[in-house]
């Protein structure tokens, strides 16, 4: 029997899911002995080693060259410190609520895109970042007694990982999928090294978060693979709506693993920002 592309892409999506979570729970578990300069290291170290491998399997490591080094740069530094802000985010609150406001990450895409892809804002897509504004300020609840720094590092980690999306939109245009991978993992080993040893102090992973560590390194390839996999295969008005199912799943993980209470606001503040990102492209695929 022949699946639909519809029910391969949710398959896909089911990889994606799985693999997001398990970076977050392996995130907190190596946490107490690694800083997030130290997680990000290994884990574009061990990256690397899989880019290159399989790129060398499948013959296109040839597809690196150099021409575009200072835009994989800037592409580079801003994933890097949305990572590094998303690492410290899962540590320090519910998981549900990082998740929340890193599905604000495609609003700030739509007003990053101007500046940097020439690409105009429409009347649409105004009002989806009203409605996901609107989603976070019911997410954070900002005020003296409910502020706490791991929601701001969160968000910021969504402005990081809108910036990574933008300029790598941008390097598509011109390089290959295994440039883009290898300038990843390398640059970013290249950073997570000058960071985690500015102290002159490197933590080496223990034979009992060595797992963990691996398990953040290959997720976070996997669930990207899975997730562009699946785009190609439905359309995203498909695959949006299933990727948001990280939400409710990261938060009964947060309620069995660490006993983080259930929130309706973050969850009310979640739908509002699915609602916009949503609206978004519905109204993009309409028109």
Known sequence: MTLSPTIRACLWMIGAIVSFTSMAVAGRAVSLDLD????????????????????????????????????????????????????????????????????????????????????????SQAIAAVIGFIGI???????????????????????????????????????????ILFYLTVMQAVLGLGFAGFDGDIALPTAANLPWVVVIAVAGLVAHFCLTTALSLAPATIVMPIDFTRLPVIAVVGVLLYAEPLDPFVLIGAVLIFGANYYNIWSSTRA
């Open 36 to 123: 997030t300069f130290e997680i990000m290291m290994y884990r574009s170290l061990i990256g690397m080693v899989i880019v290159i491998a399989i790129a060398s399997a499948a013959g296109t490591l040839r597809e690196v060259r150099a021409q575009k080094l200072g835009l994989h740069f800037i592409r580079n530094v801003s994933h890097f410190a949305g990572q590094n802000l998303w690492f410290y985010s899962i540590t320090v609150i519910p998981l549900a609520q990082v998740f929340a406001l890193e599905f604000t990450s495609p609003l700030w895409v739509m007003l990053l895109a101007p500046f940097v892809l020439g690409e105009r804002l429409t009347k």
């Open 137 to 179: 300020l019911v997410v954070t609840r900002p005020s003296p007694d409910t502020f706490h720094i791991g929601l701001l590092t969160a968000a910021l980690a969504a402005i990081g990982f809108a910036g990574s999306a933008v300029f790598t939109r941008k390097l598509t245009r011109t390089e290959t999928i295994t440039c």
